[in-house]
C-alpha cells in the first residue's frame, strides 16, 4: 500500500512549502491535500502556484485533493457562517453553487499534479431517496467530465449520519450510473461510527482505491492517530490488505495533534509500525 499523509494535519495554518518539506521527511509516499480555503486556498494563485513548484521539484507525488466542504474564503474567521457545499442538497441552487465550488477546486490540477480528488456527497443529516440518488448521479457525472482532462479520478467517501455517503447507497451510485471511472475512498473512522468496517469493506473492496486512516473511541469523530482509539487494527489491516487492487493509506489526522509526543517524523514511523504489525496479526488470527 502506497504511504500517504494528509495535509489536514497542519489544517489551522496557511500551507506551504515548509509543511510539504515536514511531511516528506516523515517518510510519507505521497501526499494528500485537504481543500480549504485558510489552509489551501485553491482560488489563490500565488498559493497554488507554490504549491505546484514544490510538488514539480520534488519525488513526492501529490496524491489527491479533498474537495472543499465549505465555500469560505480565507479571510473567513474559523467559526465561519460560509455555507456547506454539498452536491446534492434539496435546492438546485445550492446543488450549482456547490459544483462550481468544487470545479474551482479541480481547477487547482492545472498546476498542483494531484491525480484523486476526494469527494463528499451530502453532509450530516441528509437522507436517501430516488431523487437524491438522481442528484448524486448529475453531480457526479458532471465533475467527473471536468475532471477527466485535467487527469483526475474522483473517488467518493463513505461518511456517517449521511444515508448518501453509505457504502451500499454509495455503490449502488456507482452502479445506476454506470461510473466505471469512479472510485470510493474509505474512510475508517466513519465506517467505525456507521454499520462498521469490515461490512464497508466487504461492500466496497472492489472500488476502494484510497482509504483514510484514523481512530476514535466510537462517540465522534476525533482523527485520532492509529491504535489511540477503539477500532480494530488487527481485523481492519488483514482486511485491506486481500483487497485485489491494494489502495493508498492516507493518514488524516486531526490538527490538534499536529506535535504528537516526540517528532512528527517519529510518531509517523511508529504509527506505520504500529498498522503493519497489526497487519501481520491480523493476517495469522484470520478474519471472523
Not at 489551501?40 to 513548484?53: C, S
Not at 468496517?197 to 473511541?217: F, K
Not at 462517540?219 to 489511540?228: E, F, R, S, V, Y
Request: proline fraction near 6%; charge should be negative; glycine fraction near 8%.
Amino acid at each position: 500500500m502506497l504511504r500517504a499523509i494528509s495535509t489536514h494535519i497542519f489544517l489551522k495554518h496557511r500551507l506551504h512549502a515548509g509543511h510539504l518539506d515536514t511531511l516528506t521527511k516523515t517518510g510519507a509516499e505521497a501526499i494528500e491535500i485537504f481543500g480549504n480555503r485558510r489552509h489551501f486556498d485553491y482560488t489563490n494563485r500565488a498559493q497554488v502556484k507554490e504549491i505546484g513548484e514544490w510538488f514539480r521539484a520534488n519525488p513526492t507525488p501529490a496524491w489527491a485533493l479533498h474537495a472543499p466542504l465549505r465555500a469560505e474564503s480565507e479571510s473567513d474567521s474559523e467559526r465561519s457562517s460560509a455555507p456547506s457545499i454539498n452536491v446534492v442538497h434539496v435546492e438546485k441552487s445550492r446543488r450549482i453553487d456547490s459544483m462550481d465550488e468544487v470545479k474551482r477546486a479541480l481547477e487547482a490540477a492545472e498546476q498542483v499534479p494531484f491525480s484523486h480528488l476526494i469527494l463528499h456527497l451530502g453532509e450530516r443529516g441528509d437522507t436517501w431517496s430516488p431523487r437524491t440518488l438522481e442528484h448524486a448521479m448529475t453531480a457526479v457525472e458532471h465533475l467527473r467530465a471536468f475532471a477527466r482532462p485535467l487527469g483526475v479520478q474522483i473517488l467518493l467517501e463513505n461518511l456517517e449520519k449521511n444515508e448518501v455517503a453509505e457504502p451500499q447507497n454509495l455503490m449502488e451510485i456507482l452502479s445506476v450510473g454506470h461510473f466505471d471511472d469512479i472510485g470510493i475512498c474509505l474512510d475508517v473512522g466513519h465506517a467505525h461510527l456507521g454499520d462498521g468496517i469490515l461490512p464497508a469493506i466487504d461492500t466496497m473492496g472492489p472500488r476502494i482505491r484510497s482509504v483514510h486512516v484514523h481512530d476514535n473511541l466510537g462517540d465522534k469523530d476525533a482523527h485520532l492517530w492509529p491504535g489511540d482509539g477503539a477500532i480494530a487494527w488487527p481485523e481492519t489491516m488483514q482486511a485491506l490488505g486481500v483487497l485485489a487492487k491494494p489502495p493508498a493509506t492516507v493518514l488524516e489526522i486531526h490538527p490538534t495533534l499536529e506535535n504528537p509526543e516526540g517528532t512528527l517524523s517519529d510518531r509517523f514511523q511508529r504509527t506505520w509500525e504500529f498498522l503493519d504489525t497489526s497487519g501481520s496479526a491480523g493476517g495469522s488470527a484470520g478474519r471472523e
